[in-house]
């Protein structure tokens, strides 16, 4: 582990690779700083430019990007009260007021220090576990892996914001996309209605492209800026009272965003809500928060990037990017021929390790900058997002064609960005569908080679013991959530049957 970590930091000090993490962590910081884009479009956006880098380089920029990007959505979710990506929802909620109240250098200046934090505690969870992970993973097979597959699409179906039911719709538009294509097995068309540049399937990367980057550029045409709530920005340094009420909502932000970002769907958003709840829960002043209180933006920005850095662990080690921005780096490692997965800590250690040695100097670079840079991305954050729109469209269509040489690959990215847009008018999340794609080409291989070797026998996905016991806990997480959606319904029930006696008892009086 250790010589692998050291290759790492050979790797990552490289002058090159040094100066794509410092691209990296500077483009996710200002996107994550203009409304509306995001880290998802961004990486989807920054897709053709790593097919000339080496892959150890591509994966390092693009990492970069995204945590970067978790500490740049702080900005306007404490100056503007929009979250420059989901994971900094929580963060308005005390950000904006410590913003209105003058104190929004405070704000932003902890939630550097506990991003810092964070990321740096995650990075070390990723030193230590996922060698571990790895090799635990030469373990899995097949019906492992159709088990995880499905556990994953349910979980991220579960943790989109609407409705559950348009969650698992919008998954299953993804897993449809994935059958587009010659049969694995048998190599029958399927779905390829006459045209012969669908035999080979969707392209990921083309879809990733349309959904994530032309929808996102076509909702930002109709979507206003709001003005800040305030002009000045004030001290960013924190008080010493500052410190003190932060130092254990860091503390627990860190371990929460570690453990809590593994989980598919996670990422960033589970952990900062989490750690949002719990801070609340265990504050003896709980009506300060939504009114200001710093452990409201120390804790959840703290576990935000912690939760993002931690997301690397199941794609690095078993191959399953658990969010929609990891499934986009997940097609950019096999654009570059790599498969991500138990082998790479073997087959390409300058890539796991230097990786992961990025990760450490991304966080110092993150450090270093954001303090002094506030008040340049206060000015940055106005921007309108349509004055970028038409040179953002151009790129993410020569991406388009860039990902095989074909023009067809345009058309396709287009269709996409149509439907992806008109999903997310509608109410439906575009991370399900991506994420529904990526599972899909992963979950059928798997469980048509499982019943090729039971012979069709199903029970040899409850049989196995890790995938059987996978089986128990996703039964046991369900039998769990219908208990607390009973729970919820009976309560609802008899708070309505107390008011209407409450309601008949004053009538008769």
């Known amino acids: 582990m250790i010589d692998g970590l050291l290759g790492g930091f050979a790797v990552a000090f490289t002058p090159v690779n040094l100066l794509f993490v410092l691209i990296g962590v500077i483009i996710g910081m200002l ?11 961004t990486v989807a956006l920054l897709l053709p430019l790593t097919f000339s880098l080496e892959p150890s380089t591509a994966i390092i920029m693009l990492a970069g990007v995204y945590y970067g990007a978790m500490y740049g959505g702080t900005i306007t979710a404490v100056l503007l009260k929009l979250p420059g990506e989901s994971a900094s929802v929580v963060t308005t909620f005390d950000g904006y007021q410590m913003a209105r109240q003058g104190r929004a250098g405070a704000a932003l200046g902890i939630a550097a220090i506990g991003s810092f934090i964070g990321g740096l505690v995650a990075t070390c969870a990723l030193v230590l576990i996922a060698p571990l992970l790895a090799e635990f993973g030469l373990k899995i097979g097949p019906p492992e892996y159709a088990v995880i597959a499905v556990g994953g699409l349910l979980m991220v179906s579960a943790m989109t914001q609407g409705p559950l039911i348009k969650g698992v719709i919008s998954a ?15 190599a029958v068309p399927r779905f390829d209605f006459g045209v012969t540049q669908l035999y080979d399937g969707l ?22 800026n709001p003005t800040a709530a305030t002009e000045r920005v004030g001290k960013v340094m924190p008080t010493r009272d500052d410190f003190r009420r932060s130092a254990g909502p860091i503390a627990r932000g860190s371990v929460l965003g570690s453990i809590l970002g ?50 690397f662990i199941p794609l690095l080690t078993l191959g399953l990017p658990p969010n929609p921005i990891l499934a986009v780096i997940f097609g950019a490692l096999l654009i570059q021929g790599i498969t991500p997965g138990p082998a790479l800590v073997s087959e390409h250690p300058e890539i796991f390790w230097g990786v992961i040695a990025s990760m450490f100097i991304g966080n110092v670079v993150l450090l270093i900058l954001n303090l002094p840079l506030v008040r340049v991305w206060v000015k940055v954050a106005k921007v309108p997002a349509s004055l970028m729109s038409t040179g953002t469209m151009l ?41 529904g794609f990526v599972f899909g080409t992963i979950l059928e291989p798997a469980v048509r080679q499982s ?33 607390r959606i009973l729970r919820r319904r009976r ?15 004053g009538g008769d009086s």
């Open 395 to 435: 790129v993410l269509l020569v991406g388009a064609f860039s990902a095989a040489n074909d023009v067809f690959n345009i058309w396709i990215a287009i269709a996409a960005g149509i439907i992806g847009f008109l999903l997310r008018q509608a109410g439906f999340e575009a991370g399900p569908l991506v994420l």
């Open 172 to 186: 299953g538009i993804g897993l449809l996309a994935a059958t587009v294509g010659l049969d694995p097995v048998d």
């Open 451 to 483: 019943l090729l070797l039971s012979r069709g026998d199903l029970s040899v996905f409850v049989t196995r013991p890790i995938s059987g016991t996978i089986c128990a806990l996703m039964a046991l997480g369900f039998a769990y959530w219908g208990f």
């Open 31 to 41: 996107i994550g700083v203009l409304p509306g884009l995001g880290p998802g479009p």
């Open 262 to 311: 593994t989980i598919p769907g996670g990422g960033g958003d589970l952990p900062a809500v989490t750690s949002y709840a719990l801070e609340r829960r265990l504050s003896k002043e709980p009506r300060r928060f939504g009114r200001g209180a710093i452990e409201g933006v120390a804790g959840p920005e703290t576990a935000n990037n912690a939760g993002a850095v931690a997301t």
């Open 203 to 224: 392209n990921l990367v083309v879809v990733i492209i349309g959904v994530y980057g032309i929808s996102e550029m076509l909702h930002g045409l109709i979507t206003k």
């Open 491 to 505: 309560a609802t029930s008899q708070r309505r049957k107390d008011a209407e006696l409450s309601t008949t008892r």
